[in-house]
């Protein structure tokens, strides 16, 4: 049981430059999240999705795009990277109220 | 305006030590209220929860916390530390019901001294 996994595991981007973070769990949750944690704040929700097809939008959306078309995979969608961006990215999935955490995206924007 | 205050940004103790790690949150209904836990490298791991009921929850690894209403707080406490404790400690307020509306504290790390 891998839990939630996500990739890749570092990254570095050119301003502009567009990627895609990939989350995938495998214990059939229906809801997903995805967070970044910058030094010195708590996290903060990105986007959100409590089923395939259905997502909604995080405290800080901006700058970033989601799809959940299974109810395994929940990717995140840079498509213009801004240093504002530099940061490290947490895919999440619950059932209830414990929310299990992928290892995390390390994001550097230069 | 609801929030979660941990006030110690770092907190070194020794180990076989006590710990206490404050979690102080503003919040406008009842709140679901977690501890989580974050190792070097890793995701993030629940520690405990409390909804209702008694208010000292035991979680994993020998933690637990008090729920204080009166207070409004939330404290994480461990009788003796283990250099495997160090990490940073995570605290979170919600409706329990909708985990995206959870809001998160700003961490404590935890430095452990031989």
């Known amino acids: 049981n891998a839990g939630v996994t996500q990739t890749p595991k570092f990254r570095i981007l050119k301003i502009g430059q567009s990627m895609t973070l990939q989350c995938t769990q495998d214990?059939?949750?229906?809801?997903m999240y995805w967070y970044r944690q910058d030094p010195g704040m708590g996290l903060k929700l990105i986007y959100y999705s409590v089923g395939a097809g259905i997502t909604d939008k995080g405290e800080v959306p901006n700058g970033y795009n989601v799809s959940r078309s299974t109810t395994e995979d929940f990717p995140l969608r840079l498509e213009l990277a801004a240093p504002s961006q530099t940061s490290v990215y947490f895919c999440?999935?619950?059932?209830?109220?414990?929310?299990?955490f992928g290892p995390g995206t390390r994001l550097t924007v230069l | 305006a609801q929030s979660v205050t941990q006030p110690d940004i770092h907190i070194t103790v020794s180990e076989g030590a006590s710990l206490e790690l404050r979690c102080n949150y503003s919040?406008?209904?009842?709140?679901?209220l977690f501890w989580y836990v974050q190792s070097p490298g890793q995701g993030l791991q629940l520690l405990l929860k409390?909804?209702?009921?008694d208010t000292l929850v035991q979680g994993i690894k020998g933690f637990e916390a008090e729920f204080k209403r009166s207070q409004s707080s939330f404290n994480l406490r461990k009788p003796s530390v283990h250099w495997s404790d160090a990490a940073e400690y995570f605290c979170a307020v919600g409706p329990g019901d909708s985990n995206y509306q959870l809001i998160w504290g700003a961490g404590t790390k935890l430095i452990i001294k031989p």
């Open positions: 919040y406008g209904a009842t709140p679901y």
């Open positions: 409390y909804f209702s009921g």
């Open positions: 214990m059939n949750h229906n809801y």
């Open positions: 999440a999935s619950s059932r209830a109220d414990t929310q299990y």
